[in-house]
Every structure is written in C-alpha cells, then in structure tokens.
C-alpha cells in the first residue's frame, strides 16, 4: 500500500462511528545494527475530525510562530490525534477501522 492511498480517508471505530480522517502518518527510525542508515517504519497515522491536510509542520509543542499562523493551525486541528498501527483493524478501499479498546494519543511531536 502506499501512503498517498491511506490519507484522506475516513476513519470508523468498531462500531461505525465516524472519527474523522486520515491527514498524516508518523514513522519511526529503527536503527539497523552494523548499518549507517536506520530503518522507515510507520508508527501510527493521525486522525482529524476537522481538517483534511497534514499540520504543516506545525505540531510541534515548540513551534510557536507565526503566531498567527499557529494559532489557526492548533484551532483546525482540535480533537486530533495520534492511532498507533496496532490499533488499526481493518483498511478497505475507503475507510480505516480502528479496533475495540484503541488509544487515543497526543498528535504533537515531541523533540527528543
């Protein structure tokens, strides 16, 4: 699957309630021993009830400028979040299916 095909797609939760949508993925970088490049896996995808595209760069918990601009930005993404990829049920052609009991978790990057 490729990843343009996953966003913008509604998500339900195990009882058909509509989440919101795909508008972005997150990746995390496993480190391959004895290899100078580490590894691409897809950690999780977030999910908005509102917007349609990613943040933009904009959710990280340091961004805080253009004010303006972030302001907006943490206003279209309200009650987004994070589903991590063991909670995904089921991926059809048109909606993601988040399983019984999935978490919800902070869309905010973190820097580390």
Known sequence: MILSELLGRSVVDDAGTRL??????RFVLDPAPGEPNSTARLYGLIVSPQGHTS???Y???DMNSPALI???MRWRERGAFLVLWPDLATIS???VTLRAGYTRYSPALVDS
């Open 20 to 25: 919101g949508r795909v508008v972005d993925a």
């Open 55 to 57: 943040f933009g760069g």
């Open 93 to 95: 052609s048109d909606t």
């Open 70 to 72: 972030m302001a907006y």
């Open 59 to 61: 959710a990280r918990r």
